[in-house]
């Protein structure tokens, strides 16, 4: 039999799609396919991996004029005769050439390439917009809206993703100009470094004056300078209004008790009506007073401490603020020097009297004095105190007799506790009665309310010694005796009775 030759396959490279004019950076469009065709039959090859073969094609780039560099995968694997570069894109202008290189893995004697040449890569072509107006603006609050700016490609009308791909520094400048185009103060952020994504999302302008048709001027700089140096894009017109204020009760005064500072102060902010967040940048002095507007106590209260107060960072705070009176509840008024009012919530004062007075005695005391004894002394001095706070916790004293004799003899100084003889002991004052000693109780009260008052009693004896301060006495002072002449010695002639109330 006669001997068959199989030769070598012969596949040469094929270039589906060019590339043609685009611009830096952006995606080429058509993507470029590639193709391996067979010699021996001009079709496509599919079978690529008849010898279990990975064909891999590398894209490279040479610079006719211009310092491009491809941005996007350079390497893909065949698969089913093509390979397409989906992502690639040249970050400068210039003129170049692709070059396709194929190979095997593992390596073989297939070693392919062809190249495209004239491959124009112009200038990018940028343009600027503001998807966002300004809007909602009153004098001196951040507007209500915001602008957003952005860089967009003309190729595909995005937002620019790596603005700086030519290692160039992107900066913005807002400008506030009048409809006389004017240029007019504008406070806030107003110069930004555009980073890779070229968009703005401004945060913080506003105005301080009150005007009609402003508006807002962004202009580029890029350094080193470009072709985009300069860029410029106008916002649409738009008005800075009067600002409106109110005022809100962000802190409720509670835990108050009467004439005591609240543990939980009121607080009072100026907020903005155009954003309904609490007005910074005020452009004049505030004042706000409170006063009770509701009282619901027995008796009349006031409000002590500072009842008028300036603002800090927008906020008026009371940090003082109690009420004379207790009373469940109150209504109090804030207002502004400019008008401005508002209404609390009610709330609860107390009346805290949690303690009685405790003496620093003996529950059961006395003490002992000899009768006609020197008077306007101190016999004791009797001394209570109570943990209350306020004028619970200030302590009085009464005298209670459970010895009815006492008055104009004993008295008891209600603030100091001095317990004073006024007049000398007598045991015997009352005789037949003999009193020999007193019993006393002392009642220690705190000054609060009647209807809220606490007290505590003791009971102190007084025990009267006795001195021999009584001669005796006889019935009569002179006395006549008839007696019998014939009385014996030794026999009784008359009995005299004397007596002594010791």
């Known amino acids: ?255 108050c008790n009467q004439s005591l500072v609240c543990a939980v102060t009121p607080e009072v902010g100026v907020y903005d009506y155009g954003t309904g967040l609490i007005a910074p940048y005020l452009n004049s002095s505030w004042e706000i007073s409170v006063s009770i507007s509701y009282d619901p106590s027995i008796r009349v209260g006031d409000i002590l401490g500072y009842d008028t107060t300036s603002l800090f960072n927008s906020i008026a705070a009371f940090d003082n603020f109690s009420i004379s009176e207790y009373g469940a509840g109150y209504i109090i008024s804030f207002e502004s020097i400019f008008g401005h009012s508002v209404l609390s919530a009610s709330f609860d004062v107390d009346y805290v009297n949690d303690y009685s007075p405790i003496f620093h005695l003996p529950t059961l005391y006395s003490i002992s004095i000899f009768e006609e004894n020197t008077t306007d002394i101190t016999v004791t001095t009797f001394y209570a105190t109570d943990l209350d706070i306020g004028s619970q916790g200030d302590v009085e004293y009464t005298l209670h007799s459970m010895s009815p004799v006492v008055n104009g003899i004993l008295a008891l100084n209600n603030t100091n506790g001095n317990l004073t003889l006024l007049s000398p002991l007598n045991r015997e004052l009352f005789y037949p009665i003999i009193y020999t000693e007193y019993e006393l109780i002392i009642r220690a009260h705190d000054l609060a309310y009647p209807e809220k008052a606490r007290t505590t009693d003791i009971t102190f004896t007084i025990v009267i010694l006795d001195i021999n301060d009584n001669i005796p006495t006889i019935p009569f002072p002179a006395y006549r005796i008839d007696c019998r002449e014939d009385l014996l010695n030794g026999e009784s002639v008359y009995t005299l009775t004397a007596d002594d109330i010791e």
Not at 79 to 93: M, N
Not at 95 to 102: A, E, F, I, Q, T
Not at 174 to 202: C, K, M, R, W
Request: aromatic share 10%; hydrophobic share 35%.
């Open 1 to 255: 039999p006669q001997l068959l030759e199989v030769k070598e396959r012969i596949i040469v490279l094929h270039i589906i799609t060019h590339v043609i004019r685009t611009n830096e950076t952006v995606l080429f469009d058509p993507v470029p396919v590639i193709e391996l065709v067979d010699i021996g039959n001009g079709q496509r090859v599919t079978n690529h991996d008849w010898k279990g073969w990975d064909w891999v094609t590398t894209v490279t780039l040479v610079s006719h004029s211009g310092i491009g560099e491809f941005i996007g995968e350079v390497s893909r694997n065949f698969s089913a005769g093509l390979v397409e570069f989906t992502d690639l894109s040249i970050h400068s202008k210039g003129n170049y050439s692709l070059g396709y290189d194929v190979i095997t893995v593992p390596e073989s004697n297939y070693s392919l390439l062809i190249i495209q040449r004239d491959v124009i890569i112009k200038e990018r072509k940028l343009y600027l917009t503001v998807d966002t107006q300004p809007n909602d603006c009153n004098e001196t609050v951040v507007c209500g809206i915001q602008p957003v700016f952005s860089i967009r490609d003309q190729a595909n009308g995005e937002v620019v993703q790596n603005i700086g791909w030519r290692n160039r520094v992107w900066r913005l400048n807002t400008v506030l100009y009048t409809d006389t185009n004017q240029p007019f103060q504008l406070n806030g952020t107003t110069e930004h470094t555009i980073n890779s994504i070229a968009t703005v999302e401004f945060q913080d302008l506003r105005v301080f004056s009150i005007d009609t048709r402003f508006y807002l001027n962004f202009q580029i700089s890029t350094a080193p300078v470009s072709s985009y140096h300069g860029m410029s894009i106008n916002t649409s017109r738009f008005d800075v209004n009067e600002r409106v204020y109110y005022l809100s009760v962000d802190v409720l005064p509670s835990d």
